[in-house]
């Protein structure tokens, strides 16, 4: 009870609305699974793959529970024209990259993005 009333206070001193955990701030948008129809396009990266996108860095683990949608996406992208570059880390879950502390392929997951964004 305490926590709910924290987090509706917290919405109403930024102007901001509370869901899912995450404040957002007057003049941005998020969108969670109740407010975007399934069939469209941007519900889901699998629905559709932009004109116009940045060359795609996916990096997924073996144990990711979206491992499947990562390989399709790459593909599906691979297959209109993206230089696509795939990285499947053995072992890993999902946003393991975010355990920077206690992996070592975190670490070296992060590096080689920082290395693709130069």
């Known amino acids: 009870m305490e926590k709910a009333r924290l987090r509706q206070q917290r919405a109403r001193e930024t102007g901001g609305r509370q869901r899912a955990g995450i404040i957002a701030e007057p003049g941005h948008r998020s969108f969670g699974a109740s407010d975007v129809e399934p069939q469209r ?12 996108l940045a ?39 999902h946003v393991f990259q975010q355990n920077v502390e206690r992996l070592e392929a975190a670490q070296v997951a992060l590096q080689l993005a920082a290395r693709f964004l130069r």
């Open 41 to 52: 396009r941007f519900a889901s990266p699998l629905r559709d793959i932009p004109d116009s």
């Open 55 to 93: 060359r795609p860095l996916v990096q997924v683990g073996a144990t990711e529970i979206l491992y499947d949608n990562a390989l399709r996406y790459a593909q599906r992208a691979q297959a209109r024209g993206y230089d696509v570059t795939l990285q499947r880390w053995t072992g890993m879950h």
